[in-house]
């Protein structure tokens, strides 16, 4: 069973720095990390999850939303089966419980409707 492990959230103030972490372990045979499309997304208190970036196998193809564009970036080391989010700028609205996550299915501004499997998530609260 595949599981992730997210880390690197923490307590801000407004225009900090953040880098989360995501260490994935128990793929099985024929389905690796290597091969397999990561998510970041995140869910903010009394609100659905929202996804904010993917990232194909390779890295080469990466995508945002609209609300993180510009101020946070995805990366993956296939070597250490790890995702990484750098976050920059950070605001009060970026405030939330970060997950990575596979196979989302997404149902329209950038709402998630569920993900097939994702870590129990990393807090990263951005107040002064």
């Known amino acids: 069973q595949v599981q992730f492990v997210e880390s690197g959230g923490d307590l801000v103030q407004p225009g900090g720095s953040l880098r989360l972490s995501c260490v994935a372990s128990?793929?099985?045979?024929?389905?690796?990390?290597?091969?397999?499309?990561m998510n970041w997304v995140r869910q903010a208190p009394g609100k659905g999850l929202e996804w904010i970036s993917d990232?194909?196998?390779?890295?080469?193809?990466?995508n945002y939303g609209a609300s993180v564009k510009g101020r946070f970036a995805i990366s993956r080391d296939n070597a250490k089966n790890t995702l990484y989010l750098q976050m920059n700028n950070l605001r009060p609205e970026d405030t939330a419980v970060y997950y990575c996550?596979?196979?989302?299915?997404?149902?329209?501004?950038?709402?998630?409707?569920?993900?097939?499997?994702r870590g129990q998530g990393t807090q990263v609260t951005v107040s002064s």
């Open positions: 128990g793929f099985s045979s024929g389905f690796s990390f290597n091969n397999a499309h």
């Open positions: 990232i194909n196998s390779g890295g080469t193809i990466i």
């Open positions: 996550a596979i196979h989302c299915v997404l149902i329209g501004g950038g709402i998630v409707s569920h993900c097939d499997s």
